[in-house]
Every structure is written in C-alpha cells, then in structure tokens.
C-alpha cells in the first residue's frame, strides 16, 4: 500500500527483455537507503517487488501483465521515473491510499499554466468514469493527485511547482501516456452497490435504489 506521496525520482539504467516480461535496473536519484529484497516499490505507479538491490538501486521484474496495463514497457534506458516505498504503519497518510495496482493508461490532451502552477487535461478510457469525481483523489504515474474537474472521458489537475520539481510530471506533453489509478475506496462501494444498482428493463435501478434515493436519506 503506498500513499502517492512520490520520494522522488529514479533513472532506468537498464532493461533485460525476457519474452513479453521485463527486468528493470533503477537508480534512485535521492537518497534511498536500505533497499530489502522483497520489498515493494512504486514505480510510476506500478507496484514492483524488489528481486536484487545495492546501495541506492535495485532490480524488479515486470510481468506481461504489468506491461500490458501500464506504461512500463515504453520505458527506455535513462528514463526517469517516479518512485515511492511501500508505507508503514503509523506514518502519516498525506496522500490518498493507493495500491499500485494501475487501472489504466490515461493520455495528455493539455497543459496550460496557471499563475506557478499548471493544470494538465488528460483522457482516460470512458469505463473507470465512475471512479473519478471532482474533488476525489487520483493516482497519475504514483502521484496523489486532486481532482479540479471531470467528464464522462476527463479529468483536469493542477500541479503545484513544488510537484513539478520533484516528479516526472514536468516532462509531461499532449500525447504523454500516464498510468491511472482511480480511488481504492470508491471501487469497493461502488463494487457493492453494483447488485443494486443494476438497471431494469424499463430503465429504473432493479431495487429500487438510487442516487437520489441515497441523497434524500443523507448519503
């Protein structure tokens, strides 16, 4: 479980294709000590487990599942990436709960500036709409991030200088691909609800409930 509160970057030093997996070598570009063997780390966002580790880098092996949902397999040696430990119990949640389990492939569409700021417009696939809500939380390349505003296809954030100077983000251009995880919470209520929520055939929710059922009784 990570928080998506980036420690800061890391630099691919290499990549050893083995069929459709890969394994990564990564140098962290901060102090990052004590690497464990096991261990997990966020990598843009995708939980890896650490296979061999020295002073300051370490190797993971990406399976093609990983691959196939992420952005992983587009890294190049000298990329850089975001990267976060897993969290420990007792400290601080500044973030968002994240699990590192990347949902999908969300695409740059824009970059405008906003007074130091910026806010960047990004696409993602039509189906994780439900997750996303202004003002919830999203994980964007392992970043915890606040949602400004939101459609049925978008969502548009704004970064502070401080997050451009410590993440990837700063690299960011329309075309980018950045891995997406929506909120952990929400896919679990809305997991639940879904039997409810169903629709019968003329339309109406099959139970009867509804949203604004659930708002007229105060959730």
Same mark, same amino acid.
């Given at each position: 479980?990570?928080?998506?509160?980036?420690?800061?970057?890391?630099?691919?030093?290499?990549?050893?294709?083995?069929?459709?997996?890969?394994?990564?070598?990564?140098?962290?570009?901060?102090?990052?000590?004590?690497?464990?063997?096991?261990?997990?780390?966020?990598?843009?966002?995708?939980?890896?487990?650490?296979?061999?580790?020295?002073?300051?880098?370490?190797?993971?092996?990406?399976?093609?599942?990983?691959?196939?949902?992420?952005?992983?397999?587009?890294?190049?040696? +000298?990329?850089? *990436?975001?990267?976060?430990?897993?969290?420990? $119990?007792?400290?601080?949640?500044? #973030?968002?709960?994240? %699990? /590192?389990?990347?949902?999908?492939?969300?695409?740059?569409?824009?970059?405008?500036?906003?007074?130091?700021?910026?806010?960047?417009?990004?696409?993602?696939?039509?189906?994780?709409?439900?997750?996303?809500?202004?003002?919830?939380?999203?994980?964007?390349?392992?970043?915890?991030?606040?949602?400004?505003?939101?459609?049925?296809?978008?969502?548009?954030?704004?970064?502070?200088?401080?997050?451009?100077?410590?993440?990837?983000?700063?690299?960011?251009?329309?075309?980018?691909?950045?891995?997406?995880?929506?909120?952990?919470? +929400?896919?679990? *209520?809305?997991?639940?609800?879904?039997?409810? $929520?169903?629709?019968?055939?003329? #339309?109406?929710?099959? %139970? /009867?409930?509804?949203?604004?059922?659930?708002?007229?009784?105060?959730?």
């Amino acid at each position: 479980m990570f928080t998506g509160l980036v420690m800061g970057r890391g630099r691919v030093e290499s990549l050893e294709p083995r069929g459709g997996e890969t394994r990564l070598r990564i140098r962290a570009l901060f102090d990052l000590p004590a690497i464990v063997l096991g261990e997990s780390i966020a990598v843009n966002g995708a939980c890896l487990t650490v296979e061999s580790a020295g002073p300051g880098w370490f190797t993971a092996y990406a399976s093609g599942e990983t691959l196939s949902r992420t952005s992983l397999g587009a890294l190049r040696a +000298g990329s850089q *990436v975001n990267l976060e430990r897993a969290l420990a $119990l007792g400290e601080r949640l500044g #973030g968002h709960l994240v %699990s /590192g389990h990347v949902d999908c492939l969300a695409v740059v569409a824009r970059v405008e500036p906003a007074g130091e700021s910026r806010v960047y417009t990004l696409n993602f696939p039509a189906e994780q709409a439900p997750y996303v809500v202004a003002k919830g939380s999203v994980a964007l390349d392992g970043v915890s991030l606040t949602v400004n505003a939101c459609g049925p296809d978008f969502l548009a954030v704004n970064i502070i200088p401080a997050t451009q100077k410590e993440t990837t983000i700063s690299g960011w251009t329309p075309g980018t691909k950045v891995n997406m995880e929506t909120d952990l919470i +929400g896919k679990y *209520v809305r997991n639940m609800l879904g039997p409810w $929520l169903e629709q019968a055939a003329d #339309g109406k929710p099959a %139970s /009867g409930l509804s949203l604004d059922f659930l708002r007229e009784n105060g959730f």
